[in-house]
């Protein structure tokens, strides 16, 4: 993960461990060149960044720093049924920002997620993308990400 792990420091991040499941379900699922993450919630040692809704107890740039540790998250997921120096390229982001009824800005919260991939991978960081205001997300977090990857094959 030598490749990986050098653009993560030179960005002054560290990939987090693993985080425990919270249901019946596993972090990450590989299933032939594709790597289907889990939703993965902004835990950054084993607590929430934050908790409650966007544009109510949570402000936007909140949200923001959520949704990338949302992200980090997802990598590190991944990185339990492949290597992160196979990355292809990222697919598929989706993001569910747990929103106040009058909130509207869930794409802007969500590119916290999608700039932080493209900061590591570059154009290949470059990805097609849903972001969804919902009333509620596991533990009051705010936001929630999940990925979809390509691999090299094996």
């Known amino acids: ?11 002054g991040l560290e990939l987090p461990s693993v985080a425990v ?6 972090p990450a699922v590989r299933s032939g060149s594709l790597v289907f993450t889990s939703g993965q919630l902004p835990m950054q040692e084993g607590e929430l960044l ?22 980090l998250n997802a990598l590190s997921a991944a990185s339990s049924v492949c290597s992160l120096d196979d ?5 598929r ?3 569910y920002v747990a ?4 909130f509207t800005a869930q794409p802007a919260v969500v590119n916290g997620a999608s700039d932080l991939l493209v900061d590591i991978f570059g154009d290949r960081g470059r990805h097609s ?6 009333a509620a997300l596991p533990l009051d ?6 990925i979809v990857l390509e691999v090299a094959a094996t």
Do not use: H, N, Q
Not at 87 to 91: D, M, P, Y
């Open 93 to 95: 982001v989706t993001g």
């Open 129 to 134: 993308r849903e972001a969804v205001g919902v």
């Open 21 to 26: 499941a919270l249901g019946s379900y596993v």
């Open 50 to 71: 934050a908790r409650g809704k966007v544009g109510a107890a949570v402000s936007d740039e909140i949200a923001v720093a959520c949704a990338r540790r949302c992200a």
């Open 99 to 102: 929103s106040d009824p009058t």
């Open 87 to 91: 990355i292809v390229r990222v697919v």
């Open 1 to 11: 993960m030598a490749a990986f792990a050098d653009r993560l420091a030179e960005l």
């Open 141 to 146: 977090a705010p936001v929630e990400v999940s």
